[in-house]
Nanobody
Framework: QVQLVESGGGLVQPGGSLRLSCAAS????????MGWYRQAPGKRRELVAS???????TYRDFVKGRFTISRDNAKNTVYLQMNSLEPEDTALYYC???????????WGQGTQVTVSS
């Protein structure tokens, strides 16, 4: 059974930091491109950052310089370090695992990030 379990969300003040984690099980983690997505109320889900099997990273412009994605294949875990958080970053953050060579992908249940004073 495949599971992606996100953690690390919460309430933080503007300018603060959070570190999200996504622990994967039931997949050969090293064969998957890992991504973080987010969905704010009333908006579509959007890609935030991704990291390939070779650890090449990609970021959306609105998080460049503030967020860092990383992965630990030994722990089957992907991380999203979020610094300088803004109210506009408030959303439900989802982890995605996309197989590098097939159309298979998996989603986690999401972790809420709220940036507010």
């Amino acid at each position: 059974q495949v599971q992606l379990v996100e953690s690390g969300g919460g309430l933080v003040q503007p300018g603060g930091s959070l570190r999200l984690s996504c622990a994967a099980s039931g997949i050969v983690f090293r064969n998957y491109v890992m991504g973080w997505y987010r969905q704010a109320p009333g908006k579509r889900r959007e890609l935030v950052a991704s990291i390939t099997i070779n650890e090449t990273t990609t970021y959306r412009d609105f998080v460049k310089g503030r967020f860092t994605i990383s992965r630990d294949n030994a722990k089957n875990t992907v991380y999203l370090q979020m610094n300088s958080l803004e109210p506009e970053d408030t959303a439900l953050y989802y982890c995605n695992a996309a197989h590098a060579r097939t159309d298979i992908d998996w989603w986690g249940q999401g972790t809420q990030v709220t940036v507010s004073s």
